[in-house]
């Protein structure tokens, strides 16, 4: 009975397997990313520069502050104690876990700057409008961001700083969405994951779009209730990309 247990666990652990970003490289550096399953075993939880998430599980609730950065109802969108370093121009590397190849949608990754003065160890945006997209791909020649251009990046998700951005500290939001039961709201699956980093350089780039998260998604937004059964393009939601012209 009990290698029953065991294996009926197992088999719902696989099912169940979503992921997280498990090393980050900015530039040429490493860093570690936040692992739920071994981090929050520890108290205090290993410090990183990657906020805290609970476990693997994803976002659903549109209007959740924990849209934001993955965090949980006991430690909401908590600042990591630590900051990773990357100049302008160069590319940040997101490594996630295995990604579940049904589990298929768009990546975007957004950035916000912490208010002069404010350290980013110690930033909550909450609902403010501070936040910039700079990447975002949906599909490229039928084949979807998650999991099909993931997996064969081997996981590793590449987004560049743009080259003006103003020298700073940022939160690099990084986002999944999983669109596998999105044909009606609630359904679709968040799973975004917030880094801390320190841009430097000496770009003046501030972008004009500004949106809050949560808020910027809503259930009539496009590309939030899809069906990844029909053919052709998918525009991922929220804002437009900023490339860091002037
Ligand atoms: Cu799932």
Not at 31 to 42: I, V
Not at 58 to 72: E, K, N
């Amino acid at each position: 009975m009990l290698k029953l247990i065991t294996f009926v666990s197992l088999l719902v652990s696989q099912v169940a397997a979503h992921g997280w970003v498990q090393e980050i490289t900015l530039g040429s550096k490493v860093y570690t990313g936040f692992l739920p399953n071994t981090d929050n075993a520890q108290n205090p939880p290993p410090a990183r520069i990657v906020r805290r998430i609970p476990d693997f599980n994803p976002i659903t609730d549109l209007t959740r502050i924990d849209l934001q950065c993955g965090g949980s109802p006991t430690y909401q969108t908590a600042p990591a104690p630590l900051v990773g370093q990357i100049a302008a121009g160069e590319t940040a590397k997101l490594n996630w876990t295995a990604w579940p190849a049904n589990h298929k949608g768009p990546v975007l990754t957004y950035l916000a700057k912490a208010p002069e003065g404010v350290d980013i160890t110690q930033w909550l945006p909450g609902t403010d409008a501070v936040w910039f997209k700079i990447d975002e791909v949906g599909k490229e020649n039928g084949r979807w961001a998650a999991s099909d251009l993931l997996t064969a990046a081997s996981g590793v998700w590449s987004v560049k700083i743009p080259e003006n951005l103003a020298p700073g500290q940022y939160i690099l939001r990084n986002e999944i969405i999983d669109l596998h039961s999105a044909t009606t709201y609630p359904g679709i699956q968040f799973f975004p994951s917030c880094a801390q980093i320190e841009v430097t350089g000496s770009g003046t780039g501030v972008p004009t779009e500004l949106v809050s998260i949560p808020g910027v998604y809503t259930p009539e937004s496009p590309g939030i209730v899809w069906d990844i059964g029909v053919e052709g393009d998918y525009t991922p939601p929220g804002p437009s990309v900023w490339t860091g012209e002037v």
